[in-house]
């Protein structure tokens, strides 16, 4: 482990002999008293960002940190892109399934409306009217 004496990491670090140890009392820096000697371990310097060019490894490390982010969540706008298509489309086929059905009740609606109407004509009409009814009706069965 490589550690400076206060005068050496300032002069390394461009800063004042004072500013270091104002950090090392404060305790933001942690020194070691080799010899009777206040002495400043170099990874030290680099977790205080003491050092130069420590700044720039700590933006790098943010970028990458934040690029990291953006790749899982574009990952994650996809997967969800994915399944809005695919609930869209479960939703088109249920929609497209209920208007059929709501078509084929419609037709079968009709259907029994007209079969009411002409029970109540057949029981109406008296029995010429009625055969001539059914004639009809079994002509135009007949056609269709």
Request: charged share 35%.
């Amino acid at each position: 482990m490589h550690s400076y004496t206060l005068r050496e990491a300032a002069e390394l670090c461009d800063t004042t002999v004072k500013a270091l140890r104002n950090r090392a009392d404060r305790g933001s820096l942690q020194t070691v008293l080799v010899d009777g000697e206040r002495r400043v371990p170099h990874a030290e310097l680099e977790r205080a960002g003491l050092l130069p060019g420590a700044e720039l490894r700590d933006l790098r490390r943010r970028v990458e940190l934040l690029s990291d982010e953006l790749a899982t969540s574009r990952q994650l706008v996809v997967s969800t892109e994915r399944a809005a298509e695919a609930e869209r489309e479960a939703r088109e086929r249920a929609e497209a399934a209920l208007f059929e059905r709501e078509a084929a009740a419609a037709v079968a609606m009709a259907a029994a409306d007209e079969l009411r109407a002409l029970e109540a004509d057949l029981r109406a009409a008296g029995p010429i009217k009625a055969w001539k009814l059914a004639r009809t009706r079994r002509r135009a069965a007949d056609a269709a």
